[in-house]
């Protein structure tokens, strides 16, 4: 537990600097130099697939631009927080990286309002990616009429990852998804009559709250989900109250030892066979590529139970910073990570799927290959627990309020916990 609130500590001091530098305006509005010599690009990929994937648009990076220098400055830990904390460090020191790695979407509103950001919408144009980004993904980067990041991907996080052998020996068919979440949790009965001890792996909290995430977007559908981020959905609704109930008995099929442990964990017990099922995003792809194990035989994936139609969104996208000492270098980096090639490197080595729409998907395995059609074709949603749906405040307190309903299991002091987040975030 000492982890999970260290982890929701350390994005509250991220916040929380962030609102401090706003009103400062030591560097508001500064230009950077344009200098392309060099690129200091600030990351949490410095392990595992997410370093597999970094290295791989750093290789096509210097081929596109052999006369940048790459400076990788990835700060390892707590599934980005630490390096959260770091960055709002140095941005409150005036001592900006060239770009920094975020969540697309909401994630972003502390920095642009702190002043942080510049305004991409040229580099948009320059580069005509308004005419290879689909218009779903545009509109999530926009705000109020301006784009300050760049995605290199896009993830779905709606996605159960399942050991096929399990279920094949339980008597259940790992390719046929349960209709909804009371189907499936029959399904984890079965299991556990099969000797099957850990149905479904948990990791640290903000797998908690993506499991969360995933439960209320089955029970309240797209439409209503999305209402939980701008009020026209009440946390203290009945719907949410049958959510956090199906959560709750979720969470009883659940390892109880997940709290502090990293997400390839949760991902490596159904590798291995100690679990059953994980919800995660299409970044374990490439953890159960590493550990040499075959798609449609070893596993499969389908979506949440209850979210079948709905692509629940988000994306690893990159700034360009205000007072940034090589805005030239930083601009070749965008250009390289927006590129074709750049996006093929990554997503190739990544799991999740590019942002283009002029990829072609016969260039990617299967389950990408259906994650490119997902996306094209279903409701899109914003992740909560990925910075996509809220920002970094809200968040902390959802995250805050599910790192303690997991050790209490207090569904009412949860639903009240939601509600005054809901509440204080938009100020009703």
């Given at each position: 537990?000492?982890?999970?609130?260290?982890?929701?500590?350390?994005?509250?001091?991220?916040?929380?600097?962030?609102?401090?530098?706003?009103?400062?305006?030591?560097?508001?509005?500064?230009?950077?130099?344009?200098?392309?010599?060099?690129?200091?690009v600030f990351t949490w990929w410095a392990a595992g697939s997410e370093k597999a994937g970094l290295d791989?648009?750093?290789?096509?990076?210097?081929?596109?631009?052999?006369?940048?220098?790459?400076?990788?400055?990835?700060?390892?830990?707590?599934?980005?927080?630490?390096?959260?904390?770091?960055?709002?460090?140095?941005?409150?020191?005036?001592?900006?990286?060239?770009?920094?790695?975020?969540?697309?979407?909401?994630?972003?509103?502390?920095?642009?309002?702190?002043?942080?950001?510049?305004?991409?919408?040229?580099?948009?144009?320059?580069?005509?990616?308004?005419?290879?980004?689909?218009?779903?993904?545009?509109?999530?980067?926009?705000?109020?009429?301006?784009i300050y990041s760049v995605p290199s991907n896009i993830h779905r996080a709606n996605v159960v990852w399942?050991?096929?052998?399990?279920?094949?020996?339980?008597?259940?068919?790992?390719?046929?998804?349960?209709?909804?979440?009371?189907?499936?949790?029959?399904?984890?009965?079965?299991?556990?009559?099969?000797?099957?001890?850990?149905?479904?792996?948990?990791?640290?909290?903000?797998?908690?709250?993506?499991?969360?995430?995933?439960?209320?977007?089955?029970?309240?559908?797209?439409?209503?989900?999305?209402?939980?981020?701008?009020?026209?959905?009440?946390?203290?609704?009945?719907?949410?109250?049958?959510?956090?109930?199906?959560?709750?008995?979720?969470?009883?099929?659940?390892?109880?030892?997940?709290?502090?442990?990293?997400?390839?964990?949760?991902?490596?017990?159904?590798?291995?066979?100690?679990?059953?099922?994980?919800?995660?995003?299409?970044?374990?792809?490439?953890?159960?590529?590493?550990?040499?194990?075959?798609?449609?035989?070893?596993?499969?994936?389908?979506?949440?139970?209850?979210?079948?139609?709905?692509?629940?969104?988000?994306?690893?996208?990159?700034?360009?910073?205000?007072?940034?000492?090589?805005?030239?270098?930083?601009?070749?980096?965008?250009?390289?990570?927006?590129?074709?090639?750049?996006?093929?490197?990554?997503?190739?080595?990544?799991?999740?799927?590019?942002?283009?729409?002029?990829?072609?998907?016969?260039?990617?395995?299967?389950?990408?290959?259906?994650?490119?059609?997902?996306?094209?074709?279903?409701?899109?949603?914003?992740?909560?627990?990925?910075?996509?749906?809220?920002?970094?405040?809200?968040?902390?307190?959802?995250?805050?309020?599910?790192?303690q309903f997991v050790s209490t299991q207090d569904g009412d002091t949860l639903q009240d916990a939601l509600?005054?987040?809901?509440?204080?975030?938009?100020?009703?």
């Amino acid at each position: 537990m000492r982890k999970a609130l260290a982890a929701v500590a350390g994005l509250a001091v991220a916040g929380l600097v962030l609102a401090g530098c706003s009103g400062s305006g030591d560097n508001g509005g500064a230009k950077g130099s344009d200098d392309d010599s060099k690129v200091e690009v600030f990351t949490w990929w410095a392990a595992g697939s997410e370093k597999a994937g970094l290295d791989a648009l750093v290789k096509v990076f210097n081929e596109q631009h052999p006369d940048t220098e790459f400076i990788n400055a990835a700060v390892a830990g707590g599934a980005g927080s630490n390096a959260k904390n770091a960055l709002a460090s140095r941005l409150k020191a005036n001592n900006p990286p060239d770009s920094f790695q975020a969540h697309a979407g909401a994630e972003l509103t502390d920095y642009i309002e702190a002043d942080k950001l510049e305004d991409l919408s040229s580099f948009y144009e320059d580069n005509g990616l308004n005419d290879v980004f689909p218009e779903t993904l545009l509109d999530r980067l926009t705000v109020d009429g301006k784009i300050y990041s760049v995605p290199s991907n896009i993830h779905r996080a709606n996605v159960v990852w399942v050991n096929t052998s399990l279920l094949s020996d339980a008597g259940i068919d790992p390719k046929s998804a349960p209709a909804d979440l009371d189907a499936w949790m029959a399904d984890m009965d079965k299991l556990k009559a099969a000797g099957v001890q850990t149905p479904l792996s948990v990791a640290t909290d903000w797998t908690q709250v993506q499991l969360f995430e995933n439960v209320l977007l089955s029970v309240l559908g797209a439409e209503d989900y999305q209402g939980l981020w701008d009020g026209s959905t009440k946390f203290d609704s009945d719907e949410v109250t049958k959510a956090i109930d199906a959560y709750t008995k979720l969470l009883s099929y659940a390892n109880t030892d997940g709290t502090g442990q990293d997400w390839p964990v949760a991902t490596d017990m159904v590798i291995d066979g100690t679990a059953a099922y994980n919800v995660m995003g299409d970044w374990a792809l490439a953890e159960f590529d590493a550990k040499g194990k075959t798609y449609g035989t070893d596993y499969t994936t389908w979506p949440t139970p209850g979210t079948e139609g709905m692509f629940d969104f988000l994306a690893d996208s990159f700034t360009l910073t205000v007072g940034a000492p090589h805005a030239g270098g930083a601009k070749n980096w965008l250009k390289t990570i927006s590129s074709a090639e750049g996006q093929k490197a990554f997503n190739l080595a990544k799991g999740s799927i590019p942002a283009r729409t002029d990829a072609d998907p016969a260039d990617y395995p299967e389950y990408q290959q259906g994650a490119i059609k997902s996306f094209s074709e279903d409701t899109v949603v914003s992740s909560l627990a990925h910075g996509a749906a809220v920002k970094v405040s809200w968040l902390n307190d959802i995250t805050s309020a599910i790192g303690q309903f997991v050790s209490t299991q207090d569904g009412d002091t949860l639903q009240d916990a939601l509600a005054q987040a809901q509440s204080k975030a938009l100020g009703k």
